[in-house]
């Protein structure tokens, strides 16, 4: 890729248009304690502005030394010299469409990532970024100039090339960078500000190129950055991208933010009258006013309708000790009047991104509200710069011992990363990765729930029991057949809750496989993938083995070799194959039935109108002829409705008793409206008996239908 090509990496001079700052922590060693809202575009044109001819260079590098010592005041400068003369001489003659000289991005980044207080390694490898990918400098010279680690950070967020990838050059081009940020999160950091700095400069690319950049960057990017706590650089990316995608909104959102601008700040009297209320509480804290960006505006808008004053922005309250927030959290609580609903305790539970803070509302005297965020100096530092404000991640007294084959393994990895990473490798295709990715980014939101050997699993918002199957068990889910939530028997598509105990049932058949209706269940994309795959071909899906060697069918006419269940009343015509009886709807004799092959030589039997046979259908699988044999002995699972009365159970299991049919289980629902649901799986001697069963259990006072499960639990 040439310098002067346009490029998702945006080489174009700035959109001219206000946006507000990001914000940024400027806490070590004491200094400018109190500016906590710092503009990174005014620092970096400030930095950046004129020519850039050698005898600028000093002044260039000097701007991002000031800034990487505010966080690391014995850091040494010298390799960051060193790597800015490789990067200016590489690039040198490059230009971007704007005229400037290409140096000026990778500068901006490096600044960009400065400000945020990434350690030294991240600067340097920022300042080569590009030079692989753009220049004759080749990955052997990176490593034998700045060693393995710097090698493996610019490797990361070097692109593929379109030459050789095609279309996919952008799906596999993220794929290759996020299995990089699971050895080292630090490839990501890099990224998110390369991002932003061409969103920055992205006003000259012709309209419909501005929104796919942008759409990307709302679909992939500002949820990486959501994730790694990145909030400094989540903010001003997610404003750009307003402004691109939705211009008339963002111009009115602008307007009201002027408007309110105009009137004065109601903020700052509540500000004032809690710094006194800390000051007579003895509490030393920093009270600082800050403004909501414009994206946070325009949702705040939505959801309550008119704006007040006291809505463009909040309280932050800074103080050194966690103990400390909870003593400000009481004073507020005293002085002032609280709104409950507000209240939130991101401290005792941190968010998954590694967001600590405490979370109130507050109405003073005259009737407005402040909402207020409290926390330590330290929690503010990592709410802004995330996975950033960690460091080196290799740099911990405690690493994770390499793999046997030397692989890195990033020991601050977060769960939901990992996960990303081992779906992907189940995605083979890129068009199949890239929806998945996007769909999995989406959701926002994740819950903690606990499995019964005391580990726990992290899991989107509105995870279901299936989702927790997969996770835990990976393809070896496919056997799962049900689930206890809380110590509860509950069905697979329960939609689980942060903090659930939840312990997954498997069956030891090994023919066991997943309904498709467990895709209308399935959150995460680790369990739609595996599921779909079973679906679509299950004699290749995972953990099934080698397949069997394909045998002619049996001649015109000839007998097929029986094929049994275990209880031995189906045959189905192909030879030598395991028949079961599908858990949608229980197939019984006489039913009129069909079968569908699955893995392991296995066919399913389902009756004919069952929802399932219409999906197979539907996808193409065709169906296997099955027949009844005259045994008749049989497995059925039976679903009793009642009005809820005492003994009704037992006088349902005596009526069962008494026509000599065994009770293999048995779950009686929780009563609603004073109805009962009761689910039998039974054993029958003789098929033919399940008629006059069905009529004694409805004779049962209190029941008033019985009938044949369609969907029962771990269908």
């Keep these: 890729m040439t310098a002067e090509a346009a490029n998702p990496n945006g080489m174009t001079p700035e959109i001219r248009q206000p946006v507000p700052p990001a914000a940024l ?25 004129g020519p850039a001819a050698r005898g600028r260079t000093s002044d260039a590098i000097a701007h991002v030394a000031e800034a990487h010592r505010a966080h690391h ?19 040198r003659g490059q230009m971007r469409k704007s005229g400037e000289p290409y140096i000026t991005h990778p500068l901006a980044v490096t600044l960009i990532l400065a400000q945020l207080g990434a350690e030294t390694t991240t600067l340097t490898a920022s300042l080569l970024h590009d030079t692989v990918e753009d220049t004759d400098v080749t990955l052997d010279q990176v490593r034998e100039q700045f060693g393995e680690e710097v090698c493996f950070l610019v490797d990361g967020v070097t692109k593929l090339e379109k030459v050789d990838y095609g279309a996919a050059a952008e799906p596999e081009t993220f794929r290759k960078m996020l299995v990089a940020t699971g050895n080292d999160v630090r490839v990501m950091s890099i990224k998110l500000a390369d991002r932003l700095h061409n969103m920055r400069t992205l006003g000259v690319m012709r309209p419909e190129k501005q929104v796919r950049i942008a759409k990307v ?17 989540k903010t001003e990316l997610e404003d750009l991208v307003f402004a691109i995608l939705q211009p008339e909104e963002n111009a009115a959102t602008r307007a009201l933010i002027d408007a309110n601008a105009a009137q004065g700040d109601p903020l700052a009297p509540i500000a004032e009258n809690v710094r006194s209320v800390l000051k007579d509480a003895g509490i030393t804290a920093e009270v600082v006013i800050r403004p909501r960006h414009s994206v946070s505006v325009h949702r705040v808008s939505g959801k309550r309708g008119e704006l007040r004053g006291t809505d463009f922005g909040r309280l932050l309250v800074l103080v050194g000790e966690d103990a400390d927030c909870y003593g ?56 802004e ?22 692989d890195r393994v990033d020991p601050t990895r977060p769960g939901w990363l990992s996960r990303l990473l081992q779906w992907q490798e189940d995605t083979p295709d890129p068009d199949a990765f890239w929806t998945s990715l996007r769909a999995d980014l989406a959701q926002d939101r994740e819950i903690t729930v606990f499995r019964a050997d005391g580990g726990t699993l992290g899991l989107p918002a509105g995870a279901s029991c299936v989702d927790a199957a997969y996770a835990q068990y990976g393809t070896a889910a496919h056997a799962c057949i049900g689930a206890r939530v809380n110590g509860r028997l509950a069905t697979l598509s329960t939609v689980l809750r942060d903090g659930d105990s939840v312990q997954l049932l498997l069956s030891h058949d090994a023919a066991s496989g997943p309904s498709p209706d467990w895709l209308d269940h399935a959150r995460t994309p680790a369990a739609r993938i595996a599921i779909a795959g079973w679906t679509a071909d299950p004699s290749t899906a995972h953990d099934a083995g080698p397949p069997a060697a394909p045998e002619a069918a049996p001649a015109a006419g000839a007998p097929a070799t029986p094929s049994r269940h275990a209880v031995e009343h189906a045959v189905t015509d192909l030879p030598d194959a395991t028949v079961r009886m599908a858990g949608c709807c229980t197939p019984v004799p006489p039913d009129r039935v069909l079968g569908f092959a699955v893995r392991g030589g296995v066919v399913t039997v389902h009756r004919e109108g069952c929802a399932a046979v219409s999906r197979m259908r539907a996808l193409g699988r065709e169906p296997v002829g099955v027949r009844w044999q005259d045994t008749a002995d049989m ?50 001697p003789d098929a033919t008996g399940l008629p006059a069963l069905m009529r004694a259990m409805r004779e049962v006072p209190g029941v008033y239908d019985v009938g044949r499960a369609q969907h029962p639990e771990g269908a």
């Design 25 to 49: 922590p400027h806490t070590s060693g004491g200094r400018r304690r109190g500016r906590h809202r710092i503009d990174l575009r005014r620092i970096g044109r400030a930095a950046l502005l």
């Design 73 to 91: 005041p014995d850091a040494d400068i010298t390799i960051l010299s060193r790597a800015y003369v490789l990067a200016e001489s590489s690039h």
């Design 217 to 233: 960057t709302h679909e992939v990017l500002i949820p990486l950055a959501e994730r790694l706590g990145v909030q400094a650089l």
């Design 328 to 383: 400000v959290l009481g004073e507020l609580h005293t002085c002032f009047t609280p709104v409950i609903s507000e209240f939130k305790d991101f401290i005792a539970s941190p968010k998954f991104n590694l967001y600590q803070s405490l979370h109130t509302a507050v109405a003073s005297g005259d009737g407005a509200v402040a909402e207020i965020l409290i926390r330590t100096h330290q929690m503010h530092k990592v709410a």
């Design 385 to 406: 710069a995330g996975v950033v404000a960690l460091g080196n991640p290799y740099a911990q007294p405690e690493t994770a011992d390499p793999t046997e084959d030397g």
């Design 635 to 684: 497995r059925v699972t039976l679903i009793a409705e009642s009005f809820g009365r005492p003994h009704l159970l037992a006088d349902l299991t005596e009526a069962i008793a008494t026509a000599g049919v065994e009770v293999v289980s048995a779950t009686v629902e929780p009563p609603t409206e004073q109805r009962v649901r009761h689910t039998y799986t039974l054993q029958l």
